[in-house]
């Protein structure tokens, strides 16, 4: 883990950004937007659980380490949500969708169990903390694939919305183990907390593929620029993976099978000296320091 992991009180001006960020190109645009759907939701209920799990923390290193991490998180999470703003500008309103992922964290994932299910606090905080890893894995593979993306640069993709996804994706890598560190510290012993980690990626990986689906569709649907003439279409997806402007869909699954190994620990995961040496140079995050 890194020692030094501190949120960066970034900002961005959207006023120059266009609808379709990625010129010519409304699919991966649009595929890439869908984290903005997602996270400002997500990222203050990462915030919530680990708050409810700061009890449970004994190692001083680790607290240091999550506390920086919460941080960060509730930082991408009102970054992202003026994103949501600035399609609303375009005419792109998405708070159809985002009530339903509003109700997937705050309800179904919420303090309590859904549907008065008599799981235990202490278990049900546990899977939610294998939940937050389970995702934070994904973050990182995305993370390190946006630091790589040149073919975003060759696609002239606006700086502001690649400084956006490349400070945040940066700092996914600073921070790519910590939550994988909470849950070991806090999920119990033995094959009971290996099997729950299993089953929080077992449940995150397809929710998170039908989200990004549907959400894909959702603002393609609504974007006021392409009036229904286009749909979102995997052949469509592909000729954008082609051009190196969005991840392969096998390369975020290989990450399915890397989680599951018994002795994996998410260090392994991207390059953080390139993650450090973006934040280096990141507009935002230079004016932030």
């Not at 008599?118 to 294998?130: H, Q």
């Not at 990626?201 to 989200?211: E, G, I, K, R, S």
């Amino acid at each position: 883990m890194s020692a030094r992991i501190t949120p960066r009180r970034v900002s961005f001006d959207w006023s120059h950004t266009p609808l379709h960020w990625i010129p010519g190109e409304p699919t991966a645009t649009h595929v890439i937007n869908v984290l903005h759907l997602l996270l400002p939701a997500g990222e203050r209920w990462f915030v919530r659980v680990f708050k409810e799990g700061l009890p449970l923390v004994r190692d001083p290193e680790l607290l240091a380490e999550v506390k920086g991490f919460m941080g960060q998180e509730a930082t991408h999470s009102v970054q992202h949500a003026h994103v949501l703003d600035h399609l609303k500008a375009h005419r792109l309103d998405t708070a159809e969708f985002t009530r339903y992922v509003d109700f997937l964290f705050e309800r179904l994932l919420g303090e309590r169990p859904p549907l008065g299910a008599p799981i235990p606090e202490r278990e049900w905080l546990r899977f939610r903390l294998a939940v937050v890893a389970a995702i934070e894995q994904f973050t990182a593979v995305l993370g390190d694939w946006v630091l790589a993306a040149d073919g975003l640069d060759r696609a002239r993709a606006d700086e502001v919305m690649l400084d956006l996804l490349r400070w945040h994706g940066a700092e996914e890598v600073e921070h790519r183990a910590v939550a994988f560190d909470m849950y070991q510290h806090c999920g119990g012993t033995g094959t009971p907390r290996y099997a729950r980690r299993i089953a929080g990626m077992a449940v995150t990986a397809p929710v998170m593929l039908y989200l990004w689906v549907w959400g894909t569709a959702y603002l393609m649907r609504h974007d006021p620029q392409l009036a229904g003439r286009l749909r979102y279409s995997l052949a469509e997806h592909e000729k954008a993976v082609r051009k190196g402007l969005l991840p392969a869909w096998r390369e975020l699954g290989a990450a399915i099978p890397r989680y599951f190994r018994r002795s994996y620990h998410p260090s392994q995961e991207g390059s953080l000296s390139r993650a450090v040496e973006y934040l280096r140079r990141s507009p935002a995050a230079r004016a932030a320091s």
